[in-house]
């Protein structure tokens, strides 16, 4: 059974660039939330996304965006990065919205200078 | 909206003691009461969850209480071992989990020392 997995693992962008991270689920998933880590902090959620479509959002501006593709893959962008931003970004997938438990990802630690 | 607050953010204890991690959390209608462990550099995992219709719930080592009256709940290591330092967050939720919508504490870093 193939974990969650994420790319890239590290990156660095300058402030007002966009960025992309990606995220494959686990086997057997269809639905991928996605959470912002920042140093020393809990992670904090994004959103989630479920057939599709965006089924749930947390505090985060319209920057912050998303696709989830008929695999169950899923995408999350960033634009117009902030210095704030700088975080390590987790996914995590669930099997059709039950059970409660999130399986993560290793994240992706995006540096914005 | 939902607020997690945990306690301590850090810990230690002596190989073989026992550790206690509590967390309050502010909305009422939170339902869900996941723990997870996050060892240096690794993902977050799940080692043990509760539900609001269940006052406690165990797991080998492992126990979560849960107070709703109080609105706050802990987690509980007995005989702790070194490979149990590690980063603990509790988490909430009020759809029980089914949306990926958890609000995390902060974390306790948790020291065991052989």
């Known amino acids: 059974e193939t974990g969650v997995t994420q790319s890239p693992t590290h990156l660095i962008k300058t402030r007002g660039q966009q960025v992309t991270l990606r995220c494959s689920s686990q086997?057997?998933?269809?639905?991928v939330s996605w959470y912002q880590q920042a140093l020393g902090q809990g992670p904090q959620f994004i959103f989630q996304?479920?057939?599709?479509?965006?089924?749930g959002r947390g505090n985060f501006p319209p920057r912050f965006s998303g696709l989830q593709f008929p695999n169950y893959s899923s995408e999350l962008n960033v634009n117009a990065l902030e210095l704030d931003d700088s975080a390590l970004y987790l996914c995590?997938?669930?099997?059709?919205?039950?059970?409660?438990?999130?399986?993560f990802g290793e994240g992706s630690r995006l540096t914005v200078l | 909206g939902e607020n997690v607050e945990q306690h301590p953010s850090t810990l230690s204890v002596q190989e073989g003691d026992s550790a206690v991690i509590k967390c309050t959390y502010s909305d009422s209608a939170s339902n869900y009461f996941p723990w997870y462990k996050q060892e240096l550099g690794k993902r977050p995992q799940l080692i043990i969850d509760i539900r609001s219709n269940v006052g406690e719930k165990k797991d080998q080592r492992i126990a979560v209480t849960l107070n709703k009256t109080a609105k706050h709940f802990s987690l509980h290591i007995t005989e702790t071992q070194p490979e149990d330092s590690a980063v603990y967050f509790c988490a909430a939720s009020s759809d029980g989990g089914s949306q990926g919508n958890l609000i995390f504490g902060k974390g306790t870093k948790l020291s065991v020392k052989p």
């Open positions: 086997s057997g998933h269809n639905t």
């Open positions: 995590a997938s669930s099997p059709a919205r039950v059970s409660g438990e999130l399986f």
């Open positions: 996304y479920y057939r599709e479509e965006e089924n």
